[in-house]
């Protein structure tokens, strides 16, 4: 009875009856495999040296980035993590148009925080520009599509306003403060009180240095009232003051519970190698596309630094 039952199996489940399965009918539900057989496999010569099975191109990679300071200037160049987004060759398309558009406007280095005063086309009037400045509270979209938001306050009002900075409408770009915040991203300040993102349009430019470190303002800013925007006292903020203006002593213990559960804390993460693994770029592709624009930005634009010219008397 036991040849019969097992001369009807698929062969794909004969190696398991080789290794001494006497319940074939048990192992086809469950979809095991016996311990032997994964042992001879780590065993087995193919795992013997894996020096040799290793593409060159994975071998003394440098698992830190290249060049850590120029990605975080220029996030741009660096493809969206998600395969799903990732077209190789129009992700290369898109870096010779940014090359282009580099050799013809001057785009200095900023970051989220940083004061920026931006120039752009009017197109409802041919021949006139608009200029807007604003602390940058986003920056998003990798390629030529990276875009910047900047806040202000007009006449009482918050106003953003969206640039995408490799667009042929944008003529210059200017940094007026050039600084670093605790946070990557400013969306608080739209639940914050005017003051602390209000700048006059008529600021006038710090000097900046060659070869000056960036500063990191280490300003803390106070929240409004509820409600926000946001659940803001879920998020690990570095910029914030601790919100003092709760209610009563349940509504604050209640906060406090929520922002410590578990669903919200996600402290599993920390350990998911696959979900890291999707949010990075791979180290060859990193290495390679800093490569490519090392060498395409000897020929771009860029501002020249105040103190190293020096007028002739």
Same mark, same amino acid.
């Not at 660096?78 to 010779?96: H, I, K, S, T, V």
């Not at 960036?214 to 003051?241: C, D, I, T």
């Given at each position: ?94 870096r010779r148009d940014m090359y282009s ?33 604003? *602390?940058?509270?986003?920056? @998003?979209? +990798?390629?030529?599509?990276? =875009?910047?938001? !900047? ?5 009482? $009002? ?49 000097? *900046?240095?060659?070869?000056? @470190?960036? +500063?990191?303002?280490?300003? =803390?800013?106070? !929240? ?5 925007? $946001? ?49 990075? *770029? ?22 020249t630094d105040p103190s190293d010219t020096?007028?002739?008397?």
């Amino acid at each position: 009875m036991q040849s019969t039952k097992i001369s009807k199996l698929t062969p794909a489940l004969l190696p398991l009856i080789s290794d001494g399965c006497l319940c074939p009918r048990r192992c086809y539900q469950s979809h095991r495999i016996r311990s032997q057989t994964l042992e001879r496999h780590r065993t087995s010569p193919l795992n013997a040296d894996k020096e040799k099975y290793v593409p060159e191109t994975l071998q003394n990679v440098d698992k830190r980035p290249p060049n850590a300071k120029f990605l975080e200037q220029n996030p741009e160049f660096l493809p969206r993590p998600d395969w799903a987004y990732r077209d190789r060759l129009c992700e290369m398309l898109e870096r010779r148009d940014m090359y282009s558009r580099r050799r013809n406007i001057i785009i200095p280095e900023f970051y989220v925080g940083s004061v920026l005063a931006v120039t752009v086309a009017d197109k409802n009037e041919p021949g006139k520009s608009s200029r807007f400045l604003g *602390i940058c509270i986003h920056r @998003d979209d +990798p390629g030529l599509h990276h =875009k910047i938001i !900047l806040r202000n306050i007009i006449d009482g $009002q918050g106003i953003e306003v969206m640039y995408e900075i490799y667009s042929p409408v944008i003529q210059k770009i200017e940094v007026i403060r050039l600084e670093k915040r605790l946070d990557k991203e400013l969306f608080y300040l739209r639940d914050c009180p005017h003051e602390f993102s209000y700048f006059p349009q008529d600021m006038e430019p710090a000097i *900046i240095h060659k070869g000056m @470190d960036v +500063p990191v303002n280490q300003l =803390k800013v106070k !929240l409004n009232m509820r409600p926000w925007s $946001q659940r803001w006292e879920r998020h690990e903020l570095q910029g914030v003051e601790p919100f003092t203006g709760w209610k009563d002593k349940k509504q604050k213990d209640k906060i406090e519970r929520l922002k410590n559960h578990p669903q919200v804390q996600k402290p599993w993460e920390k350990h998911d190698i696959m979900k890291h693994y999707r949010e990075s *770029i791979n180290p060859v592709d990193t290495k390679s596309i800093y490569a490519e624009v090392e060498e395409n930005s000897k020929d771009w634009k860029v501002k020249t630094d105040p103190s190293d010219t020096k007028e002739d008397k």
